[in-house]
């Protein structure tokens, strides 16, 4: 998960959602896109998990993104990076995802696991804008990111590769635009 001091408090609370509702162990891979939050996350010493900050991600593209956009898009196309960063260092197989710090588990997470086999490597949900809000799409994409969850492989980080190009495209597209 991806977040900063302003959703510190929410990204903990999904966190603690997802280990309540887990039979499992979960590795918790946290990029804190502040000094400040990682260094508050670093004293609460979160057990089963690896803090990350911006510059341990090595993406040419991160600096990129953060010089023409504004903070939470910024935020926002932070996710492909850090994912492909993360399935960069897991082994093949590995169950790799990421979780919006502002969602919240009710259920069991292996249910949505048990879907995973040779045949189904990624999971991830379009958006269903209703009629009167699918001028939505254009800026939104067609899939709603705030969940997306893979097998590591060739094809979870082919579909990476092609979300970390399409959201810093969005990017050079924004800055010609002056927006």
Same mark, same amino acid.
């Given at each position: ?5 302003? !959703? ?19 590795? *918790? ?11 508050? @996350? ?15 991600? /090595?993406?040419?593209?991160?600096? /990129?993104?953060?010089?023409?956009? /504004? *903070? ?17 260092? @897991?082994?093949?197989?590995?169950? @790799?995802? !990421?979780?919006?710090?502002?969602? !919240? ?17 990624? $999971? ?14 254009? /800026?939104?994409? $067609? ?19 092609? *979300?970390?190009? $399409? ?13």
């Amino acid at each position: 998960t991806i977040f900063d001091e302003n !959703y510190a408090l929410q990204g903990l609370t999904m966190i603690n959602s997802a280990n309540e509702h887990f039979s499992g162990n979960i590795n *918790w891979h946290i990029l804190a896109l502040t000094s400040k939050c990682e260094v508050n @996350l670093e004293k609460l010493n979160l057990s089963s998990t690896t803090i990350y900050s911006l510059s341990d991600i /090595k993406s040419v593209d991160l600096p /990129k993104l953060s010089q023409g956009r /504004k *903070w939470s898009e910024f935020c926002f196309a932070s996710g492909p990076i850090f994912l492909s960063f993360l399935s960069s260092i @897991l082994n093949d197989g590995d169950i @790799l995802g !990421y979780v919006d710090a502002d969602c !919240y588990f009710f259920n069991d997470i292996n249910l949505g696991l048990e879907i995973f086999s040779q045949e189904v490597e990624i $999971q991830i949900h379009e958006h269903r804008f209703s009629n009167d809000r699918i001028d939505w799409l254009q /800026k939104s994409g $067609q899939f709603n990111v705030g969940l997306v969850i893979g097998s590591v492989g060739e094809s979870f980080k082919r579909c990476l590769t092609r *979300w970390q190009k $399409q959201v810093v495209e969005d990017s050079s597209v924004n800055e010609i635009r002056g927006t």
